[in-house]
């Protein structure tokens, strides 16, 4: 694991070397240096080391160094770097994962959310995956990542004059950001192929350190292919089914095969949602091509090694192909694999002999794999409901899947002010045992007033957040000066401010808390108990309807007793996400239960000192313990949709002008909220250490890599 690095390295080069492994992201110390090297304060520089060194030649380099006094702290981050890179026999995953060791973890993702300045990946999922590699690589855990690279990444998000959503697209630079083409052992640059029954398609691989997990891209615009397919891994979620499956092999099989060609032999495989469920394909025509076992065996002992994260609970999310396209994609693999096209439609079938059931992702990957999981308690019970049909000799409660509860990564979301206090508050080296409820106890003891004011300063550097993006947004569109300026007096710190930011899908309802549009003009209005919204989110671009929700809000925004109380920010990515979810004073989540699976912005919220404020569903259904946050609600589903809308909304208001806007303003003669901080301190203490993706990977070690390395045929245990 030793980098290879010659000790006598240049300040730029110790730079450079910083900005190439993702590790700097998650470290304030490090993210300090390089936005104090940018003299220019540009932005864009400040989130992409690369880019921002590429502006300097070497002795521009060292000047700026010396001018802006880094050298000592470079030369200590480097230090640190190489410690946390040459050493992992006492990390928590040599101890706990050793098997693991030469036969690591292949972790399959079509996308994954590290950073803002490498725009591969669109929600919830992508982050989710980026927070699993950083908790893996802080763990020691053995892990080396698969995903796509798409050279127009996810799109940018501008709201234009009317409040449409207008997607941006722009051709990512290779050279500027943390990226090396991955090349065979001896130095070839190494290219795989996945066969359909036309022509090849061709791929090669970039490699993104990620502290010491390596994550490969695959990437097919390269010359070896056809004008169109090279257009395939443009976009994320970009073009039609045809298009779909296309970067679904080259993920899966394509994956796989990278994989092989380093030289790496995976002793468990993590689909992390169906997107990439071929790959146990390629395994299993592996087996059977160097252990000459019979398909039905190597599909045995493929599964057995094989893991699945299922994410969504709508039907409608799960991808779904019909013959011709798995024909055409799969039927050179279905020969080799002896199955042919039909045998293949079998394994993407509840019902292998039903004609006129389409190949599904999700089902192939439940019977690919031993172990299978959903993301929450409840999505668990949902999951194992809603796929009860492909064990129909079990009961419902007996449906092999489990699930473990999604978590956030404590370094990328906790505020580095934040972070300073926990330093105070929590035992020396707190960091290190996140997953332990005793590490976060001691937080009973900060001082309410040191709580409030660090939540206070970061509340203020969200407000001065936002009213840039919003003079950013203002002067593209060229509003009149005297607009502009007035921006400079948007929201006010001294208010209840409530965040609302996710991918605008319809069933996540943003408008919801506008339902009964006159009561919502009430609290905003409410001049003794005032209440401010932020509200951000990108709905895919073939989404009308949610676009439609968006352009309802920002005309709210524009409307006179509105302006400057509801605010909607453009282009919600991982930057802005970290501000909102590190200023906010309450995050409101009100989903269509069951409808999400987990939801991760909540627990961002949590370890900054926000509280969450949300429907009983997805993570917060078992976390929620009457005094650590609130409820919505009282966990139930309605099969109407419209009765469900209405009552959800009517309870939503309760809670908020009879528990969240009441023990807010109630102060006490230091103008201190004591009853609210105390809910802050509690809200911390009894989730954070839940709700971190260190706890996460550790239940994924040990409920599912562990057992399928050893080949242990028990199934993933079920904590209720
Ligand atoms: C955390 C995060 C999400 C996921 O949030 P949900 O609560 O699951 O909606 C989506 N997008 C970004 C940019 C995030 O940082």
Redesign the pocket.
């Known amino acids: 694991m030793t980098p290879a690095v010659p000790t006598q390295l240049s300040f730029g080069e110790k730079l450079n070397v910083l900005a190439h492994n993702m590790w700097w992201s998650w470290h304030p110390d490090v993210v300090s240096i390089f936005r104090d090297l940018n003299r220019v304060r540009w932005r864009q520089l400040d989130q992409n080391p690369v880019l921002l060194l590429s502006e300097y030649t070497p002795e521009q380099l060292e000047n700026r160094g010396r001018e802006a006094v880094l050298h000592s702290r470079v030369n200590y981050a480097f230090r640190r770097w190489q410690e946390y890179m040459g050493d992992s026999s006492t990390t928590w995953g040599a101890t706990h994962a050793g098997v693991l060791c030469h036969k690591p973890v292949a972790y399959f993702s079509a996308e994954f ?1 590290i950073h803002e300045s490498l725009p591969n ?1 669109s ?2 999922l992508g ?1 989710l995956a980026g927070d699993h590699l950083k908790s893996a690589s802080d763990l020691g855990v053995p892990l080396v990542a698969i995903g796509l690279f798409y050279h127009e990444g996810y799109f940018s998000q501008l709201i234009d004059e009317k409040g449409w959503q207008q997607e941006v697209y722009s051709h990512v630079k290779n050279t500027q950001l943390p990226i090396r083409l991955a090349t065979l052992p001896n130095g070839d640059p190494l290219i795989v192929k996945v066969d359909t029954r036309h022509n090849p398609i061709y791929a090669q691989a970039w490699q993104v350190d990620v502290g010491r997990v390596k994550l490969y891209l695959l990437d097919v615009n390269i010359e070896q292919n056809s004008p169109e397919d090279r257009k395939l891994t443009a976009r994320l979620y970009g073009g039609d089914q045809r298009t779909r499956i296309r970067q679904e092999i080259v993920l899966g099989l394509g994956g796989a095969r990278v994989l092989t060609a380093l030289g790496y032999q995976p002793h468990v495989i993590h689909m992390n949602e169906g997107h990439s469920a071929f790959a146990p394909l390629e395994f299993i025509r592996m087996r059977m091509a160097n252990d000459s076992l019979s398909f039905d065996d190597a599909l045995r002992e493929t599964a057995s090694m094989c893991c699945f994260t299922t994410h969504t609970p709508v039907p409608a999310g799960h991808d779904r192909f019909d013959w011709g396209m798995i024909d055409e994609h799969l039927g050179p693999m279905g020969d080799q694999l002896g199955i042919g096209t039909q045998g293949l439609m079998g394994l993407g079938r509840i019902d292998p002999n039903n004609h006129n059931e389409p190949f599904c992702m999700t089902v192939i990957a439940f019977k690919c794999s031993r172990r299978a999981n959903g993301v929450s308690n409840l999505h668990g019970v949902v999951s194992r409901r809603m796929w009860a049909s492909l064990w129909p000799w079990r009961s419902e409660e007996d449906v092999p899947i489990g699930h473990i509860t999604n978590g ?1 990564h404590v370094g990328s979301w906790l505020a580095p002010q934040m972070r300073t206090l926990y330093d105070r508050t929590l035992k020396e080296g707190w960091w290190r045992r996140t997953a332990d409820p005793n590490t976060w106890a001691a937080f009973e003891h900060v001082t309410p007033g040191e709580l409030w004011e660090t939540h206070q300063a970061l509340k203020n550097g969200l407000i001065t957040f936002s009213r840039q993006r919003s003079i950013t947004r203002a002067e593209r569109l060229k509003f009149p000066a005297t607009e502009v300026a007035e921006i400079q007096n948007l929201l006010d710190p001294e208010v209840l401010t409530i965040g609302f930011a ?2 605008f899908a319809p069933y ?1 309802r943003a408008d919801l808390v506008l339902r009964d549009i006159e009561m919502f003009r009430q609290i905003i209005a409410d001049s003794k108990r005032p209440i401010q919204f932020i509200f951000a989110g990108k709905s895919h671009p073939a989404d009308n309807g949610g676009k439609s929700i968006l352009q309802r809000i920002y005309n709210l925004t524009q409307e006179a007793e509105f302006k400057g109380k509801v605010l909607l920010l453009e282009d ?3 930057n ?3 501000h909102l979810v590190q200023g906010v004073d309450v995050w409101l ?1 009100n989903p269509r239960r069951p409808l ?1 699976a ?5 627990q ?1 919220v949590v370890l900054n000192g926000g509280l969450n404020c949300s429907i009983l569903d997805g993570w917060w259904a078992e976390a929620f313990d009457g005094s650590n946050g609130f409820g919505i609600g009282s966990g139930t589903c309605h099969s109407n949709q419209d009765i469900l809308d209405e009552r959800d909304a009517k309870d939503l208001m309760k809670t908020l002008l009879n528990e969240v806007i009441p023990l807010y303003y109630d102060r006490d003669n230091d103008d201190l909220p004591q009853a609210w901080i105390k809910r802050m301190k509690r809200s911390i203490r009894t989730l954070g250490w839940r709700f971190n993706s260190d706890r996460m990977v550790m239940d994924y070690v040990q409920s599912a890599y562990l057992p399928a390395a050893g080949g242990v045929s028990c199934e993933m245990n079920r904590r209720a």
């Not at 987990?598 to 909540?602: D, E, F, I, N, R």
């Open positions: 959310g990946y929600g919830g982050v956030v996710r991918r996540k919600y990515d991982i802005l996400a970290r989540n999400e987990s939801g991760t912005s909540g961002k």
